[in-house]
């Protein structure tokens, strides 16, 4: 009798336990129900000096991604042979009352860099252009939802890797509140350098990459670029002229190594200017559909042009700004240009601009 007493009682123990274990519960429920499997037990009594190592990574569902576009050899993903990166994000959405946050994790996967590094371009329009920031690419879920990334994005930021196909996640979660994140179960794009994560999708299913589909004159080795205005369009209406620094913009100076990939190193002379994305802010608002599919295009004088998405331009994290630059003294390849601190080479600091098209 005893023995069946002591049973029962440790029964009970067990169940009341479960029942006082929100994190045990929540990942019992996720694992019949979304077949969620751990794969790396957490670091419950702090053995390292990790943050990001405190609660248990889980396996993410993913499902076979197919590159396609303008490249000469399209086809399935073999993620076999690619490294496996890691990145941090505290996930926030759009929402009518304000932005949303879901949730901090840790997520592992491989990077778009090492995805496309292999595929070899074949643009389109390289008989008009051959230079490759114009490059994009256009990620698809298996829902249909589609996100815009720009090829600078991907292979031309200080911090490479950045950008993933997430196979694994973990919940960030605070020490003192134990708050646990709704936890994801299918794979996720993650774009670690968005304050709104709305190109985040779930479930991609395609790479598709592109270039920008409108055609300029190019006057290649034309000689004392200048445009002394810019025309900012949306679509093919002019909505704002500039013929300098707008003056209601504080001007910020930004010290860098301005280094580009053919040249080398072109100076260490700090930039001024104004914040690219406070310019276009005023016309083109971050809507969901703006955040994830919203694509500019910045045109010189000679047609020299490059591709930014919306969300790099006015979607960053990372303080890591695009400057709108006006020297009104200088006669030659002026007066307008841009500099992306974001990037490590001089690729698209495009001078003599004439032109920004949304």
């Not at 973990?170 to 179960?185: A, G, Q």
């Not at 500039?242 to 080398?264: K, M």
Request: glycine fraction near 6%.
């Amino acid at each position: 009798m005893r023995k069946i007493v002591l049973f029962i009682l440790s029964i009970a123990l067990i169940i009341s336990s479960c029942n006082n274990n929100p994190d045990k519960q929540n990942n019992s429920k996720a694992t019949k129900k979304n077949r969620q499997i751990i794969i790396k037990e957490a670091d419950t009594t702090d053995k390292t000096n990790d943050f990001y190592d405190n609660a248990e990574t889980y396996a993410l569902n993913i499902k076979n991604i197919k590159v396609t576009g303008e490249i000469e050899n399209p086809g399935k993903v073999d993620f076999s042979g690619l490294p496996l990166h890691s990145v941090i994000v505290k996930e926030t959405l759009l929402d009518e009352n304000g932005n949303s946050f879901i949730g901090a994790y840790r997520y592992d996967g491989y990077s778009l860099y090492d995805i496309l590094n292999n595929r070899v371009l074949k643009k389109k329009n390289e008989n008009e252009f051959k230079p490759i920031i114009d490059l994009y690419v256009e990620v698809e879920n298996d829902s249909g939802e589609k996100v815009l990334i720009s090829w600078g994005e991907i292979f031309y930021p200080n911090h490479l890797h950045e950008i993933i196909i997430a196979t694994n996640v973990m919940r960030i979660v605070p020490s003192k509140t134990n708050e646990l994140w709704e936890l994801p179960v299918e794979s996720k794009l993650i774009i670690t350098t968005d304050l709104i994560t709305e190109r985040n999708i779930t479930n991609p299913s395609e790479i598709t990459v592109k270039s920008y589909n409108k055609s300029f004159k190019v006057e290649r080795g034309k000689q004392d670029l200048f445009s002394s205005k810019i025309d900012i369009f949306n679509g093919d209406k002019i909505v704002e002229t500039l013929y300098s620094n707008p003056e209601d913009l504080q001007v910020e100076i930004f010290n860098t190594i301005f280094y580009g990939r053919g040249r080398g190193i072109h100076s260490t002379q700090p930039f001024k200017g104004v914040l690219l994305k406070k310019v276009l802010g005023k016309h083109f608002k971050p809507t969901k559909e703006n955040l994830q599919k919203g694509l500019f295009a910045v045109v010189a004088d000679d047609g020299y042009r490059v591709v930014f998405t919306y969300s790099e331009i006015c979607n960053r994290n990372d303080q890591s700004e695009i400057f709108l630059i006006c020297n009104p003294e200088v006669k030659e390849d002026g007066i307008f240009r841009i500099f992306p601190c974001c990037d490590f080479f001089s690729d698209r600091a495009v001078k003599a601009i004439n032109e920004i098209y949304f």
